[in-house]
């Protein structure tokens, strides 16, 4: 399956697709790469791909794997954590 991870940072928007099951993954070498890209291309940068406004609302993400790496996780993934929070929230008041 196709992942869109998109949003807007330092330098402007950013939008890459990658393939993988659908239940998340961990980024290959070369998927990091591309995503590092995406985020800042320029070698002398020192934005580290943040700052801006961040990730789309429907956008997947990536967060560190066990092994160091980072891992995918799915737009619905993110949209169903936060769902559940909101519940949690609810329930506290
Ligand atoms: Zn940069």
């Not at 995406?38 to 956008?59: E, F, H, N």
Request: charged share 30%; with cysteine; net charge negative.
């Amino acid at each position: 399956m196709n992942h869109i991870i998109s949003g807007g940072n330092f330098h402007g928007e950013f939008r890459i697709v990658l393939r993988g099951p659908a239940g998340g993954f961990v980024l290959s070498k070369s998927q990091e790469r591309k995503l590092d890209r995406a985020l800042c291309g320029i070698s002398d940068c020192k934005c580290g791909g943040g700052y801006g406004r961040g990730a789309d609302w429907d956008s997947a993400e990536t967060e560190m794997s066990d092994d160091g790496g980072l891992r995918l996780v799915p737009a619905l993934d993110i949209a169903a954590r936060a769902a559940r929070e909101e519940e949690l929230q609810r329930a506290a008041i």
